[in-house]
């Protein structure tokens, strides 16, 4: 089964850049239809869908995000990157990656990241 485990710091000051990288395992982020996404839930909210990046590096973002989004990776490490621009508390939440297509629907154990100065 896919494993995939969300690393970044828990901590970023409103305006700064939210970076986050997940690595992944017992799996191919090249594999053909193949898709890496990541999802955040705010507290107390629900689950929302931030963007993914397809096998072939091809990018695809929230509407509401796009413009501060940019999902990328390193193929020699396996892992896929999300990064978030201009945070403030709004972006405050649980980031989950998680696998598609190919691989199915699995999810990492996500990481809490939290807006404040």
């Known amino acids: 089964e896919v494993q995939l485990q969300a690393s970044g710091p828990g901590l970023v000051k409103p305006s700064q850049t939210l970076a986050l990288t997940c690595t992944v395992s017992?799996?191919?982020?090249?594999?053909?239809?193949?898709?890496w996404t990541w999802i955040r839930q705010p507290p107390g909210k629900g689950l929302e869908w931030i963007g993914y990046i397809a096998f072939s590096g091809t990018t695809t973002y929230s509407s509401s995000l796009k413009g501060r989004t940019a999902i990328s990776r390193d193929t020699s490490k396996n892992q896929f990157t999300l990064q978030l621009n201009s945070v403030t508390p709004e972006d405050t939440a649980v980031y989950y990656c998680a696998s598609g297509g190919t691989y199915g629907d699995c999810w990492g154990q996500g990481t809490q990241v939290t807006v404040s100065s």
């Open positions: 017992m799996a191919t982020i090249t594999q053909n239809w193949s898709y």
